[in-house]
């Protein structure tokens, strides 16, 4: 699903974000990827969601070597990642339902479809009730919840989630990655960056650790897949 080979990131001003980074996440796997702040794990998620480009080598997402990707297949290929970020980035001044909406209302999906798809996925987070309301009068973990059912809602192959329990208490971090583990469990590739290593240390999923821009380690089990580059 995701393959990075020998990728480079260097922002104006020389900083280097990412260095000489190899690694990937086949098809229905579900990892987590952790280092210290300003490791670079932003930047890696930015380079799936196509909202930044290598410097050198290769990004390839569902076969494609989206590094070379023209701009008017950007929107095509953004279609196959949902992103959930820590702050949310939600519309205060729309409700639940155009929240989780908007992603198809840019798409150009029908009125009817979309409201059945974004029952659909507020159900999935348990949120069906609260679909008219304003995310502002919502706790944090049910705000997050609303950042999750916008990124599911067009039924991604891939889930990126960047520090999804950071603000959250430990019983609502346990039932966050409980969400992502339930649609990994449905072939849903899932990639999360956290710094909270005593929060996964007990689950069954593979890591990769960056420390200073580059991959210090990496314990997700390869995976057989027929990948190409395009």
Same mark, same amino acid.
């Given at each position: 699903?995701?393959?990075?080979?020998?990728?480079?990131? *260097?922002?104006?001003?020389?900083?280097?974000?990412?260095?000489?980074?190899s690694l990937r $996440?086949?098809?229905?796997?579900?990892?987590?990827?952790?280092?210290?702040?300003?490791? =670079?794990?932003?930047?890696?998620?930015?380079? !799936?969601? %196509?909202?930044?480009?290598?410097?050198?080598?290769? @990004?390839?997402?569902?076969?494609?070597?989206? =590094?070379?990707? *023209?701009?008017?297949?950007?929107? +095509?290929?953004?279609?196959? !990642?949902? !992103?959930?970020?820590?702050?949310?980035?939600?519309?205060?001044?729309?409700?639940?339902?155009?929240? @989780?909406? $908007?992603?198809?209302?840019?798409?150009?999906?029908?009125?009817?479809?979309?409201?059945?798809r974004v029952r659909?996925? $507020?159900?999935?987070? =348990? %949120?069906?009730?609260?679909?008219?309301?304003?995310?502002?009068?919502?706790?944090?973990? /049910?705000?997050?919840?609303?950042?999750?059912?916008?990124?599911?809602?067009?039924?991604?192959?891939?889930? $990126?989630?960047? /520090?999804?329990?950071?603000?959250?208490?430990?019983?609502?971090?346990?039932?966050?990655?409980?969400?992502?583990?339930?649609?990994?469990?449905?072939?849903?590739?899932?990639?999360?960056?956290?710094?909270?290593?005593?929060?996964?240390?007990?689950?069954? +999923?593979? !890591?990769?650790? %960056?420390?200073?821009?580059?991959?210090?380690?990496?314990?997700?089990?390869?995976?057989?897949?027929?990948?190409? @580059?395009?």
């Amino acid at each position: 699903m995701i393959q990075f080979h020998n990728v480079f990131k *260097r922002y104006p001003g020389g900083h280097e974000a990412l260095a000489d980074v190899s690694l990937r $996440l086949g098809i229905g796997q579900m990892a987590f990827l952790t280092g210290h702040s300003g490791a =670079g794990k932003s930047t890696l998620l930015k380079l !799936v969601s %196509l909202i930044e480009r290598p410097t050198r080598g290769q @990004v390839l997402l569902d076969g494609v070597n989206i =590094g070379n990707l *023209r701009r008017r297949r950007i929107p +095509y290929m953004r279609r196959k !990642v949902g !992103v959930i970020f820590q702050d949310h980035r939600l519309l205060y001044d729309r409700t639940v339902f155009d929240n @989780v909406a $908007l992603p198809l209302i840019i798409a150009g999906y029908r009125h009817q479809e979309i409201g059945k798809r974004v029952r659909a996925s $507020l159900d999935k987070v =348990g %949120l069906l009730n609260k679909e008219r309301v304003y995310p502002i009068t919502l706790s944090g973990g /049910e705000q997050q919840r609303i950042g999750i059912a916008r990124a599911v809602v067009n039924k991604p192959p891939l889930l $990126l989630a960047d /520090e999804p329990t950071g603000n959250l208490d430990p019983e609502l971090s346990r039932e966050i990655m409980g969400l992502f583990e339930s649609f990994n469990q449905v072939g849903v590739s899932v990639l999360i960056a956290t710094h909270d290593l005593e929060r996964i240390a007990d689950m069954p +999923y593979g !890591v990769f650790n %960056l420390k200073d821009s580059r991959l210090l380690s990496n314990t997700v089990p390869a995976l057989e897949e027929n990948d190409h @580059v395009a």
